[in-house]
T-cell receptor
């Protein structure tokens, strides 16, 4: 039973445009959500988080939106840059603070 | 401040052999986690240490996996004997408190032939 789902294995976006990465979850008890970014041969790097009591959190070019009724969150990157090409993971800590991960979305920014 | 480090970066072994992975967390981080990503699938939790104590090892696949954190500093994860399905990337993460962000190491890529 996958509690965190990222249904798009990959996404290709033109440089300068907006990248939208989606994530769905099934567990309504999650307190907050995190996005991690991963380059090849490196570990995941924390990018941005959002508490379940908020519907939006913004940090520079990165904004995460949370729709609790739909159990859906999205990460917006605008404008997209070549260095944003990476795999993006959505994750949420369970009641023991273990991270439950989505399968990841590979973002490719085209020049 | 040094980040989480893991050794080795890669390991290729034959089925039936033993491999030991090492993780050095960020200094001062009491919480240490092991995760695994198999065949490009989602990253899955293996176990969690608080200092030298195993807080939760519910994600450990079977008794071929043994994790230790003697002295509450670095941790080792031993796989003995290794099987083909153990291939994957093993990540270690650490955090200062339970609620704080987990910082990840670069991972150890294990290939069992």
């Amino acid at each position: 039973d996958q509690q965190v789902k990222q249904n798009s294995p990959s996404l290709s976006v033109q440089e300068g445009r907006i990248s939208i990465l989606n994530c769905d979850y099934t567990n309504s008890m999650f307190d907050y959500f995190l996005w991690y970014k991963k380059y090849p041969a490196e570990g995941p790097t924390f990018l941005i988080s959002i508490s379940s009591i908020k519907d939006k959190n913004e940090d520079g070019r990165f904004t995460v939106f949370l729709n609790k009724s739909a159990k859906h969150l999205s990460l917006h990157i605008v404008p997209s840059q070549p260095g944003d090409s990476a795999v993006y993971f959505c994750a949420a800590p369970d009641s023991n603070y273990q991270l439950i991960w989505g399968a990841g979305t590979k973002l490719i920014i085209k020049p | 401040e040094a980040g989480v480090t893991q050794f080795p970066s890669h390991s290729v072994i034959e089925k039936g052999q033993t491999v030991t992975l090492r993780c050095d967390p960020i200094s001062g981080h009491d919480n240490l986690y092991w995760y695994r990503r198999v065949m490009g699938k989602e990253i899955k939790f293996l176990l969690h240490f608080v200092k030298e104590s195993k807080q939760d090892e519910s994600g450990m696949p079977n008794n071929r996996f043994l994790a230790e954190r003697t002295g509450g500093t670095y941790s080792t994860l031993k796989v003995q004997p290794a099987e083909l399905e153990d291939s994957g990337v093993y990540f270690c993460a650490s955090s200062q408190t339970l609620q704080e962000t987990q910082y990840f190491g670069p991972g150890t890529r294990l290939l069992v032939l």
